[in-house]
Antibody, heavy 124, light 108 residues
Framework: QVQLVQSGAEVTNPGASVKVSCKAS????????FSWVRQAPGQGLEWLGW????????YYADNFQDRVTMTTDTSTSTAYMELRSLRFDDTAVYYC?????????????????WGQGTLVTVSS | EIVLTQSPGTLSLSPGERATLSCRAS???????LAWYQQKPGQAPRLLIY???SRATGIPDRFSGSGSGTDFTLSISRLEPEDFAIYYC?????????FGPGSKVDFK
Protein backbone atom coordinates (compact mmCIF):
# COMPACT_ATOMS: atom_id res chain seq x y z
CA GLN A 1 0.00 0.00 0.00
CA VAL A 2 1.03 3.61 -0.52
CA GLN A 3 3.01 4.95 2.42
CA LEU A 4 4.70 8.28 2.97
CA VAL A 5 6.74 8.36 6.17
CA GLN A 6 8.11 11.73 7.22
CA SER A 7 11.02 12.57 9.48
CA GLY A 8 10.51 13.44 13.11
CA ALA A 9 9.70 16.67 14.85
CA GLU A 10 12.28 19.46 14.81
CA VAL A 11 12.96 22.36 17.16
CA THR A 12 15.15 25.03 15.67
CA ASN A 13 16.24 28.62 16.13
CA PRO A 14 15.22 31.67 14.13
CA GLY A 15 17.49 32.16 11.14
CA ALA A 16 18.38 28.48 10.91
CA SER A 17 17.32 25.95 8.28
CA VAL A 18 15.31 22.76 8.49
CA LYS A 19 15.16 19.81 6.10
CA VAL A 20 12.18 17.47 6.22
CA SER A 21 12.22 14.09 4.52
CA CYS A 22 9.37 12.01 3.11
CA LYS A 23 10.19 8.37 2.39
CA ALA A 24 7.85 6.69 -0.08
CA SER A 25 6.97 3.03 -0.45
CA UNK A 26 4.33 0.88 -2.11
CA UNK A 27 4.54 2.50 -5.56
CA UNK A 28 6.99 3.50 -8.27
CA UNK A 29 8.49 6.70 -6.88
CA UNK A 30 9.55 8.17 -10.22
CA UNK A 31 6.03 8.01 -11.66
CA UNK A 32 4.66 10.70 -9.38
CA UNK A 33 4.91 14.25 -8.14
CA PHE A 34 5.07 15.40 -4.55
CA SER A 35 3.57 18.47 -2.92
CA TRP A 36 4.58 20.11 0.32
CA VAL A 37 1.87 21.75 2.39
CA ARG A 38 2.10 23.32 5.82
CA GLN A 39 -0.40 24.12 8.56
CA ALA A 40 0.37 26.56 11.36
CA PRO A 41 -1.29 25.85 14.72
CA GLY A 42 -5.04 26.41 14.44
CA GLN A 43 -4.71 27.68 10.88
CA GLY A 44 -5.52 26.48 7.38
CA LEU A 45 -3.48 24.70 4.74
CA GLU A 46 -0.73 26.54 2.86
CA TRP A 47 0.76 25.15 -0.36
CA LEU A 48 4.55 25.44 -0.53
CA GLY A 49 5.36 23.74 -3.80
CA TRP A 50 5.43 20.62 -5.98
CA UNK A 51 8.21 18.54 -7.48
CA UNK A 52 8.11 15.81 -10.11
CA UNK A 53 10.20 12.77 -9.18
CA UNK A 54 10.25 11.89 -12.88
CA UNK A 55 11.26 15.10 -14.63
CA UNK A 56 12.59 17.21 -11.77
CA UNK A 57 10.21 20.02 -12.68
CA UNK A 58 9.49 22.16 -9.63
CA TYR A 59 6.83 24.76 -8.85
CA TYR A 60 7.23 26.93 -5.75
CA ALA A 61 4.72 29.21 -4.07
CA ASP A 62 5.63 32.84 -4.64
CA ASN A 63 5.94 33.53 -0.92
CA PHE A 64 8.60 30.84 -0.48
CA GLN A 65 10.49 31.05 -3.78
CA ASP A 66 13.64 32.45 -2.18
CA ARG A 67 13.66 30.33 0.99
CA VAL A 68 12.61 26.81 -0.01
CA THR A 69 14.31 24.02 -1.93
CA MET A 70 12.57 20.78 -2.88
CA THR A 71 14.52 17.77 -4.05
CA THR A 72 14.09 14.05 -4.58
CA ASP A 73 16.46 11.10 -4.21
CA THR A 74 15.29 8.35 -6.53
CA SER A 75 17.80 5.86 -5.11
CA THR A 76 16.02 5.96 -1.74
CA SER A 77 12.53 7.00 -2.93
CA THR A 78 12.67 10.03 -0.70
CA ALA A 79 11.47 13.59 -1.21
CA TYR A 80 12.96 16.48 0.73
CA MET A 81 11.91 20.01 1.60
CA GLU A 82 14.41 22.48 3.01
CA LEU A 83 13.27 25.82 4.41
CA ARG A 84 15.90 28.45 5.23
CA SER A 85 16.02 31.66 7.26
CA LEU A 86 13.37 30.34 9.60
CA ARG A 87 11.08 32.75 11.45
CA PHE A 88 8.78 32.23 14.41
CA ASP A 89 5.78 32.15 12.07
CA ASP A 90 7.26 29.18 10.21
CA THR A 91 6.20 27.04 13.17
CA ALA A 92 3.80 24.54 11.62
CA VAL A 93 3.13 20.95 10.70
CA TYR A 94 4.70 20.26 7.32
CA TYR A 95 3.10 17.59 5.13
CA CYS A 96 4.29 15.84 2.00
CA UNK A 97 1.67 14.43 -0.36
CA UNK A 98 1.77 12.32 -3.51
CA UNK A 99 -0.28 13.15 -6.58
CA UNK A 100 -2.03 11.25 -9.37
CA UNK A 101 -4.82 8.74 -9.37
CA UNK A 102 -4.15 5.92 -11.81
CA UNK A 103 -5.80 6.54 -15.17
CA UNK A 104 -6.97 10.03 -14.25
CA UNK A 105 -4.98 12.66 -16.14
CA UNK A 106 -6.82 15.39 -14.28
CA UNK A 107 -5.28 14.29 -10.98
CA UNK A 108 -1.74 15.64 -11.41
CA UNK A 109 -0.61 18.13 -8.76
CA UNK A 110 -3.25 16.92 -6.31
CA UNK A 111 -2.57 15.76 -2.76
CA UNK A 112 -3.93 12.22 -3.03
CA UNK A 113 -1.87 10.43 -0.39
CA TRP A 114 -0.45 12.28 2.61
CA GLY A 115 2.40 11.74 5.01
CA GLN A 116 1.80 11.89 8.73
CA GLY A 117 3.19 15.41 9.05
CA THR A 118 6.30 16.81 10.70
CA LEU A 119 6.04 19.46 13.40
CA VAL A 120 8.67 22.16 12.99
CA THR A 121 8.93 24.53 15.93
CA VAL A 122 10.93 27.72 15.60
CA SER A 123 11.88 28.95 19.04
CA SER A 124 14.66 30.88 20.69
CA GLU B 1 -2.06 33.75 -8.23
CA ILE B 2 -5.63 32.53 -7.86
CA VAL B 3 -7.16 33.45 -4.49
CA LEU B 4 -9.87 31.10 -3.23
CA THR B 5 -12.60 32.27 -0.87
CA GLN B 6 -14.78 29.79 1.00
CA SER B 7 -18.17 30.31 2.58
CA PRO B 8 -19.62 30.01 5.05
CA GLY B 9 -16.81 30.07 7.56
CA THR B 10 -18.80 27.78 9.84
CA LEU B 11 -21.92 25.77 9.09
CA SER B 12 -23.86 24.40 12.05
CA LEU B 13 -26.02 21.40 11.16
CA SER B 14 -27.43 18.18 12.56
CA PRO B 15 -26.76 14.63 11.35
CA GLY B 16 -29.00 13.77 8.41
CA GLU B 17 -29.13 17.33 7.11
CA ARG B 18 -27.65 18.52 3.82
CA ALA B 19 -24.47 20.62 3.77
CA THR B 20 -23.61 23.00 0.96
CA LEU B 21 -20.18 24.64 0.92
CA SER B 22 -18.98 27.25 -1.55
CA CYS B 23 -15.55 28.00 -3.02
CA ARG B 24 -15.10 31.08 -5.19
CA ALA B 25 -11.96 31.80 -7.21
CA SER B 26 -10.56 35.25 -8.02
CA UNK B 27 -10.18 34.17 -11.66
CA UNK B 28 -11.34 31.26 -13.76
CA UNK B 29 -9.86 27.92 -12.69
CA UNK B 30 -8.12 26.20 -15.57
CA UNK B 31 -10.02 23.14 -16.83
CA UNK B 32 -12.21 23.42 -13.70
CA UNK B 33 -9.45 21.70 -11.77
CA LEU B 34 -10.85 22.34 -8.30
CA ALA B 35 -10.42 19.85 -5.47
CA TRP B 36 -12.00 19.43 -2.04
CA TYR B 37 -10.35 17.98 1.07
CA GLN B 38 -11.69 17.00 4.47
CA GLN B 39 -9.62 17.41 7.63
CA LYS B 40 -10.38 16.18 11.12
CA PRO B 41 -8.50 17.29 14.25
CA GLY B 42 -5.03 15.80 14.53
CA GLN B 43 -5.22 14.16 11.10
CA ALA B 44 -3.82 14.86 7.68
CA PRO B 45 -6.36 16.07 5.12
CA ARG B 46 -8.14 13.58 2.88
CA LEU B 47 -8.91 14.13 -0.80
CA LEU B 48 -12.65 13.97 -1.51
CA ILE B 49 -13.25 15.53 -4.94
CA TYR B 50 -11.00 16.57 -7.82
CA UNK B 51 -11.59 18.23 -11.18
CA UNK B 52 -14.71 19.82 -9.65
CA UNK B 53 -16.88 16.70 -9.65
CA SER B 54 -14.82 13.49 -9.66
CA ARG B 55 -14.90 11.54 -6.41
CA ALA B 56 -11.60 10.18 -5.16
CA THR B 57 -11.20 6.48 -4.49
CA GLY B 58 -13.31 5.23 -1.60
CA ILE B 59 -15.28 8.44 -1.07
CA PRO B 60 -18.99 7.83 -0.32
CA ASP B 61 -21.48 9.04 -2.89
CA ARG B 62 -23.12 11.38 -0.38
CA PHE B 63 -20.22 13.71 -1.27
CA SER B 64 -20.61 15.51 -4.57
CA GLY B 65 -18.90 18.43 -6.25
CA SER B 66 -20.15 20.80 -8.89
CA GLY B 67 -19.35 24.11 -10.52
CA SER B 68 -17.19 25.69 -13.17
CA GLY B 69 -15.20 28.80 -13.91
CA THR B 70 -15.01 30.69 -10.63
CA ASP B 71 -17.84 29.16 -8.58
CA PHE B 72 -17.72 25.68 -7.09
CA THR B 73 -19.79 23.77 -4.55
CA LEU B 74 -19.27 20.77 -2.31
CA SER B 75 -22.48 19.09 -1.20
CA ILE B 76 -22.93 16.45 1.46
CA SER B 77 -26.39 14.98 0.95
CA ARG B 78 -27.01 13.57 4.44
CA LEU B 79 -24.49 14.35 7.14
CA GLU B 80 -23.08 11.42 9.02
CA PRO B 81 -21.43 11.99 12.44
CA GLU B 82 -18.00 11.44 10.88
CA ASP B 83 -18.55 14.26 8.36
CA PHE B 84 -18.24 17.01 10.96
CA ALA B 85 -14.86 18.43 10.02
CA ILE B 86 -13.12 21.25 8.15
CA TYR B 87 -13.31 21.33 4.36
CA TYR B 88 -10.74 23.00 2.11
CA CYS B 89 -10.84 23.69 -1.60
CA UNK B 90 -7.69 23.79 -3.75
CA UNK B 91 -7.24 24.71 -7.38
CA UNK B 92 -4.95 22.29 -9.23
CA UNK B 93 -5.12 23.89 -12.66
CA UNK B 94 -2.22 26.34 -12.59
CA UNK B 95 0.70 26.86 -10.24
CA UNK B 96 0.64 28.10 -7.52
CA UNK B 97 -1.92 25.48 -6.49
CA UNK B 98 -3.53 27.53 -3.76
CA PHE B 99 -5.88 26.42 -0.99
CA GLY B 100 -8.93 28.21 0.32
CA PRO B 101 -9.18 29.19 4.01
CA GLY B 102 -11.55 26.36 4.90
CA SER B 103 -15.14 25.91 6.03
CA LYS B 104 -16.00 24.17 9.27
CA VAL B 105 -19.05 21.94 9.57
CA ASP B 106 -19.96 21.54 13.21
CA PHE B 107 -22.83 20.21 15.29
CA LYS B 108 -25.84 22.43 15.78
Amino acid sequence: QVQLVQSGAEVTNPGASVKVSCKASGFTFTSYGFSWVRQAPGQGLEWLGWISAHTGIIYYADNFQDRVTMTTDTSTSTAYMELRSLRFDDTAVYYCARDYISGQSSSWYLCVHWGQGTLVTVSS
Amino acid sequence: EIVLTQSPGTLSLSPGERATLSCRASQSVSSNYLAWYQQKPGQAPRLLIYAASSRATGIPDRFSGSGSGTDFTLSISRLEPEDFAIYYCQQHGNSPFTFGPGSKVDFK
